[in-house]
Nanobody
Framework: QVQLVESGGGSVQAGGSLRLSCAVSGFTVSRKCMGWFRQAPGKEREGVAHINLSGAYADSVRGRFTVSRENAKNTLYLQMNNLNSEDTAMYYC??????????????????WGQGTQVNVSS
């Protein structure tokens, strides 16, 4: 059974940092394209980053966020630095059925976690 469970969200002041985790069961993270997405109230879900051999990032987070995975723990991470109020959203991890990553389009990802909330206050 495929399961993705996010954790690590919370409230932080602007300029602060958080690290999100996504514990995966049912498949091996190193064999899938893994991604992070976020959705703010009233907005569409948007891609933040994905990783296969290396990470790729949305323009809005490049240079501040880092996606990584720890194969031994079958876990995906998102290190978020220099947070600002526009980063406030529910964050989701997701996996493609494929090994290969292409675009950061939510429609390309088949498996999803339940989300973890990030609130950044200015």
């Amino acid at each position: 059974q495929v399961q993705l469970v996010e954790s690590g969200g919370g409230s932080v002041q602007a300029g602060g940092s958080l690290r999100l985790s996504c514990a995966v069961s049912g498949f091996t993270v190193s064999r899938k394209c893994m991604g992070w997405f976020r959705q703010a109230p009233g907005k569409e879900r948007e891609g933040v980053a994905h990783i296969n051999l290396s990470g790729a990032y949305a323009d809005s987070v490049r240079g501040r966020f880092t996606v990584s995975r720890e194969n031994a723990k079958n876990t995906l991470y998102l290190q978020m630095n220099n947070l600002n109020s526009e980063d406030t959203a529910m964050y989701y991890c997701a996996a493609r059925a494929s090994t290969l990553c292409s675009t950061l389009s939510p429609e390309q990802f088949a498996y999803w976690g339940q989300g973890t909330q990030v609130n950044v206050s200015s």
